[in-house]
């Protein structure tokens, strides 16, 4: 990163708030390590990897999860720095619908919008759900409870509910958990991969971690087996937007803001990539582990017996839930700006804000949503799948549009105090590549035979919202209103540019 000597310089985080349209609402608590910690604990790798980690044991095996996660990780640390240039020189709760209207127009701006809010509700659904299996993992390691569709979906909702009333009524607390939270990933990364390095007796080689293949997918090519298997990388690198959403509450955001989206990409990076290596160095029974319900739990099982598995299994809690709690906390404030922009059916309501600063109808949105989302999990097992699905088909899209339209805008383009100079247009392009890239891959059939249990819903997901949000763009586009005001300072600039 270098500052260009045609970057806006940093102001008043108001006044450019101001400049950008919006009047300040909502309290600027958080300063660098915050808006960090908030993208940090929503990519979480204690949450997606573990997740997901079945997921990776069959689409390609040791090999595509080590290789992949580096090869994922390095291009979404450009989509990140491309992105993050944008913010600075738009740092507003809005985040990405907000930068693709300045950037393109109305109709960039509302599609951008819809697919980040349907990404933002699917990940708390997603990391949710995925916390509420672990607990149910957990409560058949204590005390025998059967971990069926019905209990895993009542947990789930329990957690919503905490997620909400953390939200609603401790936002102050929020702001210290997820400072927590970077610990505890950290911390608890160090502490499951030093438990599995040193108790059991026996490991992999590291030809198997590295070089180890696995195709369990009904699938015969294996390019096509590796490309699917990039997902499990693809999946848990997600959600770094949460910076950008918390703008209006972090203090220096046109700087803080874009540095804690690149920072949380590669500090998630590294940390994958120690755990990922130290869970498969410690696969004792490599069937047993890709066939149990919760693949990261029988590791634990085999490598430190029932007490071990379960201290284990409570750090991997942990992190999920603050996760979860991140993710809520992005969802609410991304509502509340579209909302505030006349977006959302019954904008009036989601947009209010308490006298503590807190948009506490969008909180419970948010989680109501995530809600009915993972309803049918009860009926189907592999609706889990599906819903991230929908985090991914949303959020992925939705990331590189403003970065496709600052590349549109070249030099008319005026960036942040944050911004790539001369490798602007080079490292924006590798991430449009990159993006078109993964979102094909979201799209493709992941089994075989592909039946009504193995087809893959993200396409027609995307297709659905897609056309929802046309239709509703028909209905009552005229009432979307981002503000579009010339700000006097950055006109003079332009000025001096042209």
């Given at each position: 990163?270098?500052?260009?000597?045609?970057?806006?310089?940093?102001?008043?985080?108001?006044?450019?708030?101001?400049?950008?349209?919006?009047?300040?609402?909502?309290?600027?608590?958080?300063?660098?390590?915050?808006?960090?910690?908030?993208?940090?604990s929503v990519i979480s790798v204690l949450s997606g990897?573990?997740?997901?980690?079945?997921?990776?044991?069959?689409?390609?095996?040791?090999?595509?999860?080590?290789?992949?996660?580096?090869?994922?990780?390095?291009?979404?640390?450009?989509?990140?720095?491309?992105?993050?240039?944008?913010?600075?020189?738009?740092?507003?709760?809005?985040?990405?619908?907000?930068?693709?209207?300045?950037?393109?127009?109305?109709?960039?701006?509302?599609?951008?919008?819809?697919?980040?809010?349907?990404?933002?509700?699917?990940?708390?659904?997603?990391?949710?759900?995925?916390?509420?299996?672990?607990?149910?993992?957990?409560?058949?390691?204590?005390?025998?409870?059967?971990?069926?569709?019905?209990?895993?979906?009542?947990?789930?909702?329990?957690?919503?509910?905490?997620?909400?009333?953390?939200?609603?009524?401790?936002?102050?607390?929020?702001?210290?958990?997820?400072?927590?939270?970077?610990?505890?990933?950290?911390?608890?990364?160090?502490?499951?991969?030093?438990?599995?390095?040193?108790?059991?007796?026996?490991?992999?080689?590291?030809?198997?971690?590295?070089?180890?293949?696995?195709?369990?997918?009904?699938?015969?090519?294996?390019?096509?087996?590796?490309?699917?298997?990039?997902?499990?990388?693809?999946?848990?690198?997600?959600?770094?937007?949460?910076?950008?959403?918390?703008?209006?509450?972090?203090?220096?955001?046109?700087?803080?803001?874009p540095r804690g989206i690149v920072r949380s990409i590669?500090?998630?990076?590294?940390?994958?990539?120690?755990?990922?290596?130290?869970?498969l160095f410690a696969v004792q029974d490599y069937s047993?582990?890709?066939?149990?319900?919760?693949?990261?739990?029988?590791?634990?099982?085999?490598?430190?017996?029932?007490?071990?598995?379960?201290?284990?299994?409570?750090?991997?809690?942990?992190?999920?839930?603050?996760?979860?709690?991140?993710?809520?906390?992005?969802?609410?404030?991304?509502?509340?700006?579209?909302?505030?922009?006349?977006?959302?059916?019954?904008?009036?309501?989601?947009?209010?804000?308490?006298?503590?600063?807190?948009?506490?109808?969008?909180?419970?949105?948010?989680?109501?949503?995530?809600?009915?989302?993972?309803?049918?999990?009860?009926?189907?097992?592999?609706?889990?799948?599906?819903?991230?699905?929908?985090?991914?088909?949303?959020?992925?899209?939705?990331?590189?549009?403003?970065?496709?339209?600052?590349?549109?805008?070249?030099?008319?383009?005026?960036?942040?105090?944050?911004?790539?100079?001369?490798?602007?247009?080079?490292?924006?392009?590798?991430?449009?590549?990159?993006?078109?890239?993964?979102?094909?891959?979201?799209?493709?059939?992941?089994?075989?035979?592909?039946?009504?249990?193995?087809?893959?819903?993200?396409?027609?997901?995307?297709?659905?919202?897609?056309?929802?949000?046309?239709?509703?763009?028909?209905?009552?586009?005229?009432?979307?209103?981002?503000?579009?005001?010339?700000?006097?300072?950055?006109?003079?600039?332009?000025?001096?540019?042209?």
């Amino acid at each position: 990163m270098q500052r260009s000597h045609r970057s806006a310089p940093t102001r008043g985080d108001d006044d450019h708030l101001r400049s950008l349209g919006y009047e300040p609402e909502l309290v600027r608590r958080m300063g660098p390590f915050g808006n960090f910690a908030v993208s940090f604990s929503v990519i979480s790798v204690l949450s997606g990897c573990m997740t997901l980690f079945g997921f990776g044991l069959v689409t390609g095996g040791p090999a595509v999860m080590m290789w992949g996660w580096v090869g994922v990780g390095l291009a979404v640390l450009l989509v990140g720095m491309a992105l993050a240039e944008v913010t600075s020189a738009y740092p507003t709760s809005g985040g990405l619908y907000y930068m693709a209207q300045r950037l393109g127009g109305p109709r960039w701006g509302w599609a951008t919008g819809w697919l980040n809010l349907l990404g933002l509700l699917g990940g708390i659904a997603g990391i949710d759900y995925g916390a509420a299996s672990f607990i149910a993992a957990f409560a058949g390691l204590q005390w025998g409870v059967e971990p069926t569709p019905g209990l895993i979906l009542a947990i789930f909702a329990g957690v919503l509910v905490l997620h909400a009333l953390l939200n609603v009524f401790a936002v102050n607390v929020v702001s210290l958990l997820n400072g927590i939270s970077v610990w505890w990933h950290l911390l608890g990364v160090a502490v499951i991969v030093g438990v599995l390095a040193i108790v059991p007796s026996h490991h992999q080689s590291a030809a198997f971690v590295f070089g180890h293949f696995v195709n369990e997918t009904g699938w015969s090519n294996p390019v096509y087996v590796s490309a699917v298997g990039l997902l499990l990388a693809g999946y848990t690198f997600c959600g770094y937007d949460a910076s950008a959403h918390m703008s209006e509450e972090t203090k220096g955001a046109s700087l803080a803001a874009p540095r804690g989206i690149v920072r949380s990409i590669w500090v998630s990076l590294l940390a994958g990539l120690v755990l990922l290596g130290g869970l498969l160095f410690a696969v004792q029974d490599y069937s047993a582990t890709a066939g149990a319900a919760v693949p990261p739990a029988q590791i634990f099982l085999d490598a430190v017996g029932t007490g071990g598995a379960k201290l284990l299994l409570v750090v991997v809690i942990g992190a999920q839930l603050f996760c979860g709690s991140a993710e809520t906390t992005a969802a609410s404030r991304m509502i509340y700006a579209f909302s505030r922009d006349g977006a959302l059916p019954g904008s009036a309501t989601w947009r209010r804000v308490s006298p503590g600063g807190v948009p506490v109808a969008a909180v419970w949105l948010a989680v109501s949503v995530a809600f009915v989302l993972a309803v049918p999990s009860l009926w189907s097992p592999v609706a889990y799948g599906a819903v991230t699905a929908v985090n991914v088909i949303g959020m992925t899209p939705s990331y590189i549009i403003p970065v496709f339209l600052r590349l549109r805008q070249g030099d008319r383009f005026v960036p942040g105090p944050w911004n790539l100079g001369r490798w602007s247009r080079p490292v924006g392009i590798a991430a449009v590549a990159w993006v078109v890239v993964l979102t094909v891959l979201v799209c493709l059939p992941q089994r075989f035979p592909v039946t009504v249990e193995t087809f893959n819903y993200a396409p027609v997901t995307l297709l659905v919202v897609l056309v929802l949000a046309a239709g509703w763009y028909r209905m009552a586009g005229a009432k979307f209103s981002v503000p579009v005001v010339e700000d006097p300072y950055l006109a003079r600039v332009e000025a001096q540019i042209v």
